[in-house]
């Protein structure tokens, strides 16, 4: 419901506007249970970060003012400091920051990028179309 209502609002399909879906989607849910009127889904952009390599981002956060218009270090601690937050649980929370902190101290890649060879051997192609186990 919450990517549908993001994209038919205008809002983007990010984070930011499935928070806010879903959200959105709550709220109605429970309104029209209570047989109250449901308003129109309303996107409010609360800025962009985005990650562009190891200990560097950018971000875009109009409420932080020149604080929230920052690159590299500063921007990659925001970014990292938001997705953090956002995590339900403080068990979640430590686990992610301990994984992230284990991938930063030893160079590792896996838990950021996608690369090298599949983990699954290919599903092989029988008569008819139907894949093979």
Do not use: C, M
């Not at 950021?112 to 139907?130: C, D, F, N, S, Y």
Request: charged residues 15%.
């Amino acid at each position: 419901v919450a990517v549908h209502a993001n994209a038919e609002a205008g809002g983007p399909d990010v984070a930011q506007g499935g928070i806010q879906g879903g959200t959105y989607a709550a709220r109605a849910i429970r309104r029209r249970l209570s047989g109250r009127t449901v308003p129109p889904f309303r996107y409010s952009n609360h800025g962009d970060v985005a990650v562009i390599g190891r200990g560097a981002a950018v971000t875009d956060i109009p409420w932080l003012g020149p604080l929230g218009r920052q690159s590299g270090f500063l921007a990659w601690l925001l970014w990292a400091g938001i997705h953090i937050y956002y995590l339900s649980g403080w068990v979640n929370r430590v686990v992610v920051l301990a994984r992230w902190a284990s991938s930063f101290l030893t160079h590792s890649r896996a838990s950021a990028l996608i690369t090298g060879e599949p983990h699954l051997p290919p599903i092989k192609e029988t008569r008819g179309g139907r894949a093979a186990a």
